[in-house]
């Protein structure tokens, strides 16, 4: 049920703060307030803060600062109250127990913003980054989350959207009413150069959209070598932490250590695995089964080469198995020669500014998303694909010489992909499982 009153405390509950936000929405809402909000005056007007207190029947649980709004000019677009109180766990708890038993009921997560999109205040897109601007948990996680948070995402697809259905709707009315001459007849000549128009802006939004994907979900990175090379000591110092076991025994890594770091223009999401050689031994044939995984999965591989000794078949072996991967060759114990090598590193000394340097040169490119609209998630990217993938079944058919009456398929679908993204076109079991990723009163 939309309609009915629902209440949640939006602050964190994990431990106590100076103040705590409980939510109320709905159309009961100030008729709850009543009940349990004693101030000066019991009729409350939109857009104010009132002092006063919160009661449980005669007893003042807490001196508060509500503030109030009248729906639609609300987040919900709903009338919608917020309890500032103090942020006790006890009183924060208490005060939303009171609006449960004044009439409202519990939120579930992510149910303001649900309602917020159903009663049409932002579009699924912004929604989406409402979720992710809390989830941020760096810069440009946030940078970009606060980009499409403003609806750019509907910007950048709107103008596509609307050449399209104009398309759409020409060529239906074509064939409906031929009789309509005041509607010109479109002909496959000149919707060609329309569509590959539209082809150029969809990879550009598709490319923007992976990087920005790369900002958000970071790299997973796998540090590969034969065993003794120093990849462990790598990991650690990339951390600046004595995370991985580190000796000068050959084959000490035997599991997948990970940890994750930040660097100026990526995260990577490191995995230290167990040197690649011939061996016998089962513990660490396992581990060596796990370290090739691992390269499977990555999509950046560093290979650690020994600067000090001369490349061996282990090592060529490993450069074979790496060829077609996104990787990064270093060479390490840069300390013990004298020549300087390209990316020559010591890791054990943490000198290793030569690797960050080149994985932040990697991906420098990638920071254009944050400076231009971007699709931000799988779901959005997904989409805008099988669109693509539509826009380039139209093209075929334009060359093919396809009746236009059959090319519209492909562009209706082209159109509701597009719809889609932004929610204008969703099931409801899509929405019920993107909200539930969200925090309780938001
Ligand atoms: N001189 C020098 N020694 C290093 C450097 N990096 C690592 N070592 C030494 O090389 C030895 C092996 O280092 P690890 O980091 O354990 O090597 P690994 O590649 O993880 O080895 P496995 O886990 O056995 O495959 C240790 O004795 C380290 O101290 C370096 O930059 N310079
Ligand atoms: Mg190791």
Redesign the pocket.
């Known amino acids: 049920m939309l309609n009915d009153t629902i209440a949640a405390v939006s602050t964190s509950l994990i431990a106590p703060g100076a103040i705590s936000v409980i939510r109320m929405s709905g159309d009961e809402t100030f008729e709850i307030l009543k009940k349990i909000f004693r101030s000066n005056t019991d009729t409350y007007e939109g857009y104010r803060i009132y002092h006063g207190f919160i009661m449980d029947g005669d007893l003042k649980v807490d001196e508060v600062l509500v503030s109030t709004f009248v729906g639609p000019k609300s987040y919900t677009g709903e009338d919608m109250a917020e309890i500032n109180c103090h942020g006790g766990l006890y009183v924060t708890r208490k005060i939303l127990t009171l609006c449960l038993k004044a009439g409202c009921r519990q939120a579930i997560n992510g149910e303001f913003t649900k309602r917020a999109f159903l009663n049409g205040k932002m579009d699924l897109t912004q929604a989406e980054a409402v979720n992710d601007l809390i989830m941020a948990d760096n810069r440009d996680n946030a940078r970009l989350a606060v980009n499409s948070l403003s609806g750019s995402i509907r910007r950048l697809l709107m103008p596509l959207m609307d050449e399209v259905v104009q398309i759409i709707s020409n060529i239906e009315v074509n064939i409906d009413y031929p009789e309509y001459d005041d509607v010109g007849i479109i002909t496959s000549n000149e919707i060609k150069p329309m569509v590959a128009d539209w082809l150029i802006q969809c990879d550009h939004i598709l490319s923007v959209a992976e990087s920005s994907l790369i900002i958000k979900e970071g790299i997973k990175t796998a540090i590969v070598?034969k065993?003794?090379?120093?990849?462990?000591?790598l990991l650690n110092a990339l951390l600046a932490e004595d995370k991985a076991i580190?000796?000068?025994?050959?084959?000490?890594?035997r599991d997948l250590v990970e940890g994750d770091i930040h660097l100026q223009n990526v995260t990577l999401h490191l995995v230290d695995t167990?040197?690649i050689h011939e061996t016998d031994n089962t513990i660490e044939k396992i581990g060596i089964e796990k370290s090739i995984e691992a390269i499977k999965q990555a999509q950046l591989v560093i290979v650690?080469l020994d600067a000090s000794r001369d490349m061996d078949e282990q090592d060529r072996e490993l450069l074979d198995l790496t060829a077609n991967k996104n990787r990064i060759i270093v060479y390490?114990?840069q300390?013990?020669v004298a020549d300087k090598l390209p990316l020559g590193i010591?890791?054990?000394?943490c000198e290793i500014d030569q690797l960050t340097d080149k994985i932040n040169e990697m991906f420098a490119s990638n920071q254009v998303a944050l400076s231009q609209p971007a699709l931000t998630n799988e779901r959005q990217i997904a989409l805008m694909t099988e669109a693509r993938d539509s826009m380039i079944a139209v093209r075929d058919s334009l060359e093919e010489g396809v009746p236009l009456d059959l090319v519209n398929e492909d562009l209706e679908n082209v159109y509701r992909c597009m719809r889609e993204i932004l929610g204008q076109y969703s099931k409801e079991d899509l929405l019920d499982e993107i909200f539930s990723r969200f925090c309780v009163g938001k």
């Open positions: 070598g065993p003794n090379v120093g990849k462990s000591s580190v000796t000068d025994i050959a084959g000490t890594t167990a040197g650690v390490n114990k300390d013990l010591s890791a054990a000394n």
